[in-house]
């Protein structure tokens, strides 16, 4: 198409769509679901999970240390219970989130037995949608495996509860796979690697088997699989109000099949805006680190900080991402279970001095933000600002970073999925007023 005639009827478009802002203030109108103060709109009810990162106390907001609650249980209670275990953790997580109660031994048993068990791909999907037509992006080709798999689904429409668990647990599953193997596909295709296609294990868990179809020698240290699985549990779940989930919300509220409305899901995690912040984080910090000569100076990294927030280093965005969260403001629970962790790892790998630099970051960068922004807005390191490194510490490359994501964050949009069908009873249907002035038809030959 003619780039000429694009870019004018762009301009077209353009002028005829912009609003200005004032009149959002005047309609009362919540820009992006949010209240004034940053809030999201309350769209409805749920038991699954809650965010929380203020309190209200008299009338007036105040920050308080974050947490995030599974069906009621404090996740950072979760992860200590499970790592004083010894245990891996997301499959049990994923049964909180589906079921709602902690399982008992018996029951952490038989959900596993039936959900590992559907981790391969059904036979001739690798070749056909995978290899054959690769894609540069891992999620555009998970997107299109999974609306792949409604067409060999027997009952791919029925929204009856245990179809649906059905398909979920199937998802949940089948997530680990077709990641792994897009990635290869792509690496191999696009960067000229080695193909490799490694069949998941039964006797393997969910982190253990995607270092195993992920790697090309198949092998991972119980560390390496313990902090992916960590990174899983964290991911799982993160309230409805999120973009991926109110759109799995949203999708589910017109009766949908689950594999469209897991798409759409997986379609709005893409968006930069929602599930790249990690990615985003590793970019900034490889610039810190070529700009900033002596990392444990403290005066030369708050300089360099401070150049970023006004727009004059880096990407000229004025963003220090992975600082700052909508909801939490002390403290983002994921990131602090995630950050100690990540020590262990660290030091294993032989990169403590680069997780230092990490921390200093997210130490003075608060005050920073304050003093540039002439503002008292509390913020602090949010999950996304370690998940790349610990990411990057275990060789992924990231363009599956927001994969994983999409991996873990597969039993939350269950869940999601699930509470609509009980609760939600209406189409989803929010409204947007028009602003147009009326206009008379005028016949072309007088345009």
Known sequence: MDQDYLNKVSDRIIENCEIAREAYARFDVKRGLRNADGSGVIAGLSRISSVQGTENVDGIIRPIEGKLIYRGIDVQDFVEGVQKDGRHGYAETAYLILLGALPKKRELKEFQANLYPQMPLPQGMLESHILQFTSANVMNQLQRVILALYSVDPNPEDISIPNVVRQCMGLIAKFPTIIAYSYCALAHKHFGEPLFIRPPRTDLDIAENFLHMLRPDGRYTALEAELLDLALVL???HGGGNNSSFTMNVVTSSHSDTYSAMAAAVGALKGPLHGAANANVMDMMANIKSNVKDWKDEDELSAYIEKILCKKAHNRSGLVYGIGHAVYTKSDPRAVVLKQKAKELAKAKGRQDELKLY?????????????????????????DFYSGFVYDMLGFPQEIYTPIFAMARTAGWSAHRIDELINGGRLIRPAYKSIAKARKYIPINKR
């Open 235 to 237: 991911h799982a779940e």
């Open 359 to 383: 921390e200093t970051v997210a130490r003075v960068t608060p005050a920073i933000f304050q003093k540039v922004k002439n503002s008292d807005k509390v913020v602090s390191a949010n999950v």
